[in-house]
């Protein structure tokens, strides 16, 4: 009997690695994709899109370690939570993967483009977005509770970063017709940068209810509000009144 438990705890152990290993990868991703849209590296943002096929790999790995775990030692509980958490993190992993490659194709295009006012900003977003899935799963990794509420309550940071963004994207747009091609590709990598966000707290939430048990119940800050973003038209101008006839 302590053989089986210590067997199967071995299990949870080399499942939680494996989480934590791909985790690594997604965070080299994000930081090599904001390298080559910051010095317009192709080479780089090439390495980034060959680098999601390994990703996926692990993903794939992990939910089938999962489902083996499910079938055969039916865990309850903490155990019950490790495993599935661990495939729902693994596919948040994943996603932000998906994300990382999306910005890598687009940093192939914006590369070929004049450099725009606003790519600080959205390198300063993608910085920030580092480091909240870079908290996170250090929050996983050593079971850490608060660390992850952190990750949870700080994500309007990066959502009105977005929003400022957006707007001054949106101004360039209008100022300069010849930059609409670039400034679109920059509003993707920003909403993706965005999206990164948005995966790490709901890793965040997984992680809570891992040590918990229970789901957050407070509502998740959320500051997003470009959907209602509107770039004023030209105001008419006015008339002159030393054009009007004279009687």
Not at 180 to 196: G, H, M, P, S, Y
Request: glycine share 4%; net charge negative; with cysteine.
């Amino acid at each position: 009997m302590t053989h089986i438990v210590t067997s199967y705890a071995s299990e949870l152990e080399t499942l939680s690695s494996s989480v934590t290993q791909m985790g690594g990868l997604v965070e080299a991703q994000l930081s090599d994709v904001m390298d080559a849209v910051a010095r317009r590296d192709l080479a780089l943002a090439r390495k980034v899109i060959d680098l999601d096929a390994r990703i996926d790999v692990y993903n794939h790995e992990i939910e089938a370690d999962v489902m083996n775990l499910l079938a055969l030692r039916q865990p309850v509980a903490i155990d019950l939570r490790e495993t599935v958490c661990a495939m729902k993190i693994a596919h948040e992993l994943e996603r932000i993967g998906d994300l990382a490659k999306n910005i890598a194709k687009r940093a192939l295009v914006i590369s070929q483009q004049e450099p725009l006012r606003a790519l600080n900003g959205v390198i300063r977003m993608g910085r920030i977005s580092l480091m909240r899935v870079s908290d996170v799963l250090n929050a996983y990794a050593q079971r850490n509770v608060a660390q992850a509420k952190s990750v949870w309550g700080a994500d309007d940071e990066i959502d009105e970063l977005y929003n400022s963004l957006f707007a001054e994207i949106l101004s360039a747009m209008m100022e300069d017709a010849s930059a609409v091609n670039a400034c679109t590709q920059l509003a993707f990598v920003a909403k993706n940068f965005e999206r990164v966000g948005d995966h790490a707290t709901n890793i965040a939430e997984s992680v809570h209810f891992l040590l918990v048990g229970e789901y957050l119940d407070e509502l998740r800050p959320k500051g997003d509000v470009t959907s209602l973003t509107t770039v004023p038209k030209p105001d008419d101008k006015a008339p002159d009144p030393e054009d009007k006839e004279q009687p």
